[in-house]
């Protein structure tokens, strides 16, 4: 597709107004892959640039042949494609693959995590004259089972409800030891995913992104006080596979993954990886940066899963099948 | 402007028409993977979840009913005690694979030191039995045990050292160090041939109630011939307490903390990899950093 752009004036509101024939005209010629391609595990045919000459395809190949520009806005024609449905092509298998691994990775590496940090937390202060706490996630834990009836507002309250428990150091060590080496797997699963599928260039910075992604913040602060007065508040309009703030949340992604192993790292060999530990400043710096990409991914997962779940079924499906029915990335 | 935008937003959300039975057949395919996936999550969290954790969240009679079905198809504690284990020793492996002998450790200087607790697991013993302490060598190649008082160690070349001690629980400090060469020893009193680790022990060590509690570690003798593995007699220039382990103690900055085990009253040096006090309860036998 990127063929196809060069040669054509690129602009969406250009391409909006370009007659059907046209377009399809030139999909047919530049795309050779043929429609019983699957769909799911096998890379856009528009990654590389098409290594023939698009004359040589042979002319029975072309009548199966489609492509239709990103923005193009035509409805699906089932009557030139019988028996076929047009849909967008999201998520590469194996990233859809790593992303559910991670989910259940992640709980556990966080649960875990907690509880080795109980054995000795980072962040103290003066003990509480009434709880004798020094730890602020123990102080959490005390004000959330205050609220909660029958709940003894303890310490260990935090660490038994979020954590693997207290007093479990050694049990939780396992535990993260285990899910490290699988959360490390799935990150090379995912990078494969993003490099095969070509989902990677969804994430690359772009020189708009600053702008749009203020724009973005306008429209969700909007959102909920427009509702309320009934008054029409659009959705900013989006050409790309994500907007200017799932853009850089998702690629801020990978960097958070990569940051947490190699704090960790940091910390579990200081000795061997003694050029990570000084990556970090210090012992304790890696602790403090292995915590706050925790406290990242949590911050993260909030308005990742509040806003998937806001935008609808079509989305949730395509982490799981891969293709999306919003044809032109049309967001209704 | 207009070109970046064509430019970068191409490719990012390429159509394709799918046959549709074979959408669907694909669709549903993913569906089902999905929802095994999920539940095979679920099942093997839960069977490898501390028994604690899943009577406090799920309470006491769902947890028990849950873990009955489990152990009945088979997921037994068993199994996932051990099958968590080899977490552990594969973890163990890495870190084996990763050890140089000829990495040091890093350094600091003098303003670095920081205050060091005392991490007795139990009661730290009283300094009477500094008195009379004596320390016991056995599997050497003399095959005669020796049992050696604080001054046969002067005949030994005395080090300084400052570096890290690093715990398991998280915490860490910076401490000087001073002693003879652990390697040292090694070859004033060479192991009998073929030993490949030291068992490392303390009779004083208490519980937590004052009783005799013994503790060990196990030490590979590569880990042992490391110019920075000392038996430390002196803590920041002053002779060590009874409560950072006097006379004598482990300082093998490459492991962990419980691995630099106080008041030494014993080492054997053994052909087979001998028990490890933490490494007996569910903590790595390895511990290299």
């Known amino acids: 597709m990127t063929q196809m752009d060069a040669d054509k004036p690129a602009d969406d509101g250009k391409a909006l107004t370009d007659s059907a024939e046209e377009a399809s005209a030139e999909a047919v010629a530049v795309d050779p892959k043929p429609i019983e391609e699957v769909p799911v595990e096998e890379p856009p045919s528009d990654e590389p640039p098409v290594k023939e000459p698009p004359v040589e395809q042979p002319p029975a190949e072309e009548t199966v042949v489609d492509a239709p520009q990103i923005s193009d806005p035509r409805p699906p024609t089932p009557d030139s494609h019988p028996g076929t449905r047009l849909v967008v092509i999201k998520h590469h298998a194996l990233v859809r693959l790593s992303h559910w691994l991670n989910v259940p990775i992640l709980f556990a590496l966080i649960v875990s995590g907690l509880s080795i940090y109980w054995a000795s937390p980072v962040f103290l202060h003066k003990p509480d004259p009434v709880t004798h706490s020094r730890d602020y996630l123990a102080d959490l834990g005390i004000a959330i089972a205050r609220h909660i009836p029958g709940a003894k507002a303890d310490g260990f309250w935090f660490y038994d409800h979020f954590g693997l428990g207290v007093f479990n150091l050694a049990g939780a060590l396992r535990w993260h030891w285990l899910f490290v080496y699988l959360f490390l797997a799935t990150g090379f699963l995912y990078i494969l995913g993003l490099l095969l599928g070509g989902g990677y260039r969804a994430l690359l910075p772009r020189r708009r992104m600053i702008a749009d992604g203020f724009a973005m913040i306008r429209y969700y602060a909007g959102v909920v006080p427009m509702k309320i007065l009934r008054r029409p508040w659009e959705h900013p309009h989006i050409t790309t596979k994500y907007n200017a703030l799932q853009r850089g949340a998702y690629a801020s992604m990978p960097i958070a993954g990569a940051l947490a192993l190699a704090s960790g790292w940091a910390m579990h060999k200081p000795v061997q990886f003694w050029w990570l530990e000084r990556l970090f400043g210090s012992y304790d710096g890696a602790r403090i940066v292995h915590f706050a990409v925790m406290i990242y991914f949590i911050l993260f997962l909030v308005p990742h899963v509040v806003l998937v779940l806001v935008d609808g079924w079509d989305t949730m499906r395509s982490m799981i099948v891969g293709w999306s029915g919003r044809i032109g990335g049309s967001h209704d | ?289």
Not at chain 2, 27 to 51: K, N, Q, Y
Not at chain 2, 220 to 229: E, V
């Open chain 2, 1 to 289: 402007m207009t070109e970046e935008t064509a430019e970068e937003t191409a490719g990012e959300l390429p159509e394709r028409y799918v046959d549709e039975k074979k959408l669907r057949r694909q669709s549903r395919r993913d569906f089902i993977l999905f929802g095994t996936g999920a539940f095979a999550a679920l099942a093997g969290l839960w069977w490898i979840a501390p028994l604690g954790s899943k009577k406090k969240v799920f309470g006491e009679h769902t947890a028990d009913a849950l873990d009955t079905l489990a152990a009945r198809l088979g997921a037994t504690r068993e199994r996932s005690e051990r099958f968590q284990n080899r977490a552990l020793t594969f973890d163990d492996d890495i870190a084996e694979a990763l050890y140089s002998p000829n990495r040091t450790v890093r350094t600091y200087s003098k303003r670095d030191i920081t205050p060091l607790r005392n991490n007795y697991e139990g009661r730290t013993p009283s300094p009477d039995y500094i008195k009379e302490w004596t320390l016991t060598l056995t599997g050497l190649a003399s095959s005669n045990d020796v049992v050696l008082r604080l001054p046969d160690l002067s005949s030994l070349a005395q080090h300084e050292q400052i570096t890290r001690l690093c715990c398991v629980e998280g915490w860490s400090a910076i401490a000087g160090w001073s002693g003879v060469r652990f390697g040292d020893l090694l070859r004033a009193y060479p192991p009998a041939p073929g030993a490949k680790w030291a068992a490392i022990e303390s009779a004083v060590n208490l519980d937590g109630n004052g009783n005799p509690d013994p503790y060990y570690v196990s030490i590979d003798l590569p880990t042992a011939r490391h110019p920075q593995t000392l038996l430390a007699t002196h803590l920041n220039g002053t002779p060590l307490g009874a409560d950072h382990g006097a006379p004598l103690r482990l300082v093998a900055p490459m492991k962990l903390g419980l691995k630099n085990i106080k008041a030494i009253t014993k080492i054997a040096y053994t052909v087979d990899e001998p028990r490890d006090f933490w490494g007996e309860r569910g903590y790595s036998k390895y511990d290299g950093l």
